[in-house]
């Protein structure tokens, strides 16, 4: 095992692996910019290394001194975290290069997945089929018209180098696709400096189903379980839960096999999430790969009781995995609620400051995963999201009484958050009798009731 | 970026890395002098003299010493006969008169252009209407334009593109039509 870690991340992130590789006996190295030198996780490291400006381009996003740290300080390896380096290829090899380990993937995956159209084409290879659509970027319009046919509309246009629910463009019929396909191309070589596209069949009211992997480099590949994730705002992620809700038990049968192979024929290492959209039928699509451990993995975690950054370091270190597909059982059922800093009734709009009251629940079946203390200063240049709020049930109704005794204890003054939407939801029928979809969130609930009432 | 400027007199290091310092002391600073390099992952890269500095070298740091982000790598004091000056921004912190401030709402980073490379929002001379955009300021990833309040001409930016901003900071000076 390693003897010293560096992470390379700030917060709840920061926090979270850094208690795991101290259970672990690592040494750890954590960086801040000068917008978080005094804050309370850098107290639990063993190093702290200020390491530039608010600016995350001039501090956690500045790989060359990133690296320096990591070389000056001994550190043998380098955990990315989820967000800022965790997703970047070159980040990764510049690592190898350096002698020190990346916590994650090898350069080689993340740039295989992290290219939508490629990481497409993979696992159609690999045997996990796509969303329907076509095999990679359509060349032109007569190759549009020959795939949306066959897929039949309504069809999606995608960037190749889209993401987070940007360069996306419906087309309902075939007359709109000429001016659909102009107006995506063009967008995406505006916003993403490249103009490919591809097509799928639109799913309109799809589930977002995900399925955590863990793979070592002896072709050992276990799935961790499944979650859910369909309530999503603009595409990003409110609440997650785990096991899917929406996921049929001959569903999880019939993919998991298929998913285990794929992922050990593609040589994957390390965590990564299989992202998949569910269709009405029940079927669950290969949309993307995720590869690096995510923010939503802690409700896996309660289920399972495993910790999945204890296995990262593990297999980084290239120990084989510690246990089979058979040794994954899932107890119960697992909420988490994003806490932001945000304030929904004025357009989600951030709330960054000072925090003068902090109160969450303690207890059996719950998990607050947060970096903040009372009297903290919610600094304006990094993610809203300030902490997870877990519950842990019997079952999904126990879970959700739970989570709404849960949030009725948790107290944040001095900022505004969207403790009050997940109240919302804890109320909202087809949350509580689990007929919700990606639409649910943004079409039903924020478009009716709840707005009213705030 | 350079840390803050402080008036105490020491130049903090913008780079993590190790200092290699190019000049001795007694050196007199002035604006853009290279005075060393930090050596990061092998490269070494230069290190001058910011805006607002202006004065002798006191005390130097060690060669090869290793520096974080705004560590000390030299002090320096006032040269004979020589006045020193305080941070730019502070030096012209008085207002302007007949002037309506514009300040930040939030904290955040503000930013003067509309993408790198661009021309500014607002630049001084310029006449603005009401409503239109002088500045982006992000917060949490999330961009908020600041309108101008009133109609007239932009006399002064108190603030550099893609800098911090606390709530209530002056950014900009509008002279009303």
Sequence with gaps: MFRRLMIANRGEVAQRVTRTAKRMGIEVVVIASTADKDQQWLNEADEVVVIGPPRSSESYLDQCTV??????????AIHPGWGFLAENDIFAARCQALGLTFVGPSARHIKQFGDKSLARATMTNLGLAPIPGSKEAVSGLAEAERVAAQVGFPVLLKAVAGGGGKGMRPVDGPSNL??????????????????????????????????????????????????????????????????????????????????????????????????????????????????????????????????????QLRVAAGERLPLKQEDVVTTGHAIECRINAEDPANGFKPSPGRVTKLRFPEGDGIRVDTHLREGDKIPPYYDSMVAKLMVHGSDRADAIARMRAALEQTEIEGVTTNIDLHKAIGRFEPFVDGSYNTTSLEKELMETAWRDSI | MYPAVKSEGQLGCPLVGTWQPKVPVGTILSEGMLVGHI??????????VPAGIHGVIRKLTKAGTWTAYGDAILAYGAADGMVVEDDHHEAEAGGVEGAVAIRADTDGTVYLRPEPGAAPFAAPGQKVAAHDTLALVEVMKTFTPVRCPIAGEVVRVDVDDSEAVEEGQTMFWIKPD
Excluded at chain 1, 183 to 205: C, H, M, N, P, W
């Design chain 2, 39 to 48: 050596v990061r992952l092998g490269k070494p890269e230069p290190v001058v």
């Design chain 1, 178 to 311: 000429a001016t659909g396909l102009q107006q995506a191309s063009s967008e995406a070589l505006a916003s993403f400096g490249d103009g490919r596209v591809y097509i799928e069949r639109l799913i309109r009211q799809g589930r977002h189903i995900e399925f955590q992997i863990m793979a070592d480099a002896y072709g050992n590949v276990v799935v961790v379980g499944d979650r859910e994730c369909s309530l999503q705002r603009r595409h990003q992620k409110v609440l997650e839960e785990a096991p899917a809700a929406g996921l049929s038990q001959a569903e999880r049968e019939r993919l998991l096999p298929i998913l285990t192979e794929a992922i050990r024929k593609s040589g994957y290492t390390n965590a990564g999430t299989v992202e998949m959209l569910m269709d009405e039928h029940g079927t669950a699509w290969f949309m993307e790969m995720n590869t690096r451990l995510q923010v939503e993995h802690s409700v896996t975690e309660l289920v399972t009781g495993l910790d999945l950054v204890e296995l």
């Design chain 1, 67 to 76: 690296l320096e740290v990591a070389r000056k300080t001994n550190s043998a």
